[in-house]
């Protein structure tokens, strides 16, 4: 009956792949910033009804959750995950489906996550006399964004009214081919909290030095300095990074300027580690700055916690997408230290968090996420819908 039920699902794939391209070029060409989604999500629940279901608007602003329900299904329920957001990023790519919203862009796959998702959807519908319980749909806005929509998500009880046991979510991942997946057992990635420092002191004219005291001195200390709390502080055996990508120094090449604005994040995959690195931040911070003649400010905006996938969960999920792609097409990932909001769902219950791969270098397709020029093989649609109703089902009926 696996088999069998395993072919219905990749043949309901393929029969839907044609038209998971039309909705997935709809969504790209039509991106919307982070808690603003408010066509996309109407788009998405009109989907849903075309399929027989019956969506939830409104979560969290503009969030959708929907339920897909099997036999028995108060038996158990997981929840699957997809989110919606987009990027403030000037589209480059020349393609028909390309952005028809001016310096908005599907940059880091949000549009293919909510396609394969929507595909997911129709899949189960199609085959919900064949699995126990019931699947919930998460359609999650603002995960780009602090706080993350996942974390007003979970806020407005999407994890209970049934309660849910254990959640998946997919993410593409363009360093791996399309037709492949990854996962890892364990930390995943990272937390990922925003620092913002203002240097004060006191300005005045370059070539009186002696009579100033010069911020942006103070400023060039401090961001040395404080390479010293990963370098020196934290554990070697905890990932851990502390950059600063932005410093405003408002001045000129004769004035120095009464403050200078520097702007960071600091990332790791320890809780307790992360709030003691944010006490070091304003220790080294004021220390140097007021030793150097000067005041400071700081403000650290407490972003995602770090994401880490349940070991048995993944070990079945891999499994499942092992007897689905074929082995050959299931790699192993290494930790990443960039941040996601699913993090937030992983603190909460048994999260297993995987990668669709989506690179094509025969077609050209291999930029990062994040960057004017990302585009996927749209073959990966086909692949994601059905392989996240494979996991969805064999977690459901087998476990």
Known sequence: MGASLRDT?????????????KIRRHLHANPELSFEEYQTAKYVSNKLREYGLSPQEGIATTGVVVHVEGKNPNKKVLALRADMDALPIQEANDVPYKSVNPGIMHACGHDV????????????????????????????????????????????????????????GQHVMPF???????????MYMASADEIYITVKARGGHGATPHLNVDSVLIASHLIVALQ???????????????????????????????????????????EPWR????ELIHKIAHGVVESMGGTCE???????????????????????????LGAENVVDLDVWMAAEDFAFYSQEIDACFYRLGVRNEAKGITS???TPTFDIDENALEVGSGLMAWLAIQELNYR
């Open 113 to 168: 996550h909510t396609t394969s998702l929507l595909g997911t959807a129709k899949i189960l519908q199609q085959v919900r006399n064949q699995f126990e319980g019931t699947v919930k749909l998460l359609f999650q806005p603002g995960e780009e964004k602090i706080p993350g929509g996942a974390s007003i998500m979970i806020k407005e009880g999407v994890l209970s009214n049934p309660e849910v046991s254990r959640i998946l």
């Open 298 to 324: 700081i403000n650290i905006l407490k972003g995602f916690p770090y994401l880490k996938n349940n070991p048995e969960f993944t070990r079945l999920a891999k499994k499942a997408a092992e007897d689905y």
């Open 176 to 186: 791996i081919d399309v037709g492949k997946v990854g996962f890892r057992e364990g």
């Open 368 to 370: 990062s996420v994040h």
């Open 275 to 278: 709030a003691k690195a944010k």
């Open 228 to 270: 010293q709390v990963v370098s020196r502080h934290a554990d070697p055996k905890v990932p851990s990074v502390l950059s600063f990508g932005k410093v405003i120094a408002e001045g000129a090449t004769n004035i120095i300027p009464d403050e200078v604005k520097l702007e960071g994040t600091f990332r790791t995959m320890d």
């Open 9 to 21: 699902i990749k043949d309901l794939a393929a029969a839907q792949a044609h038209e998971l391209v």
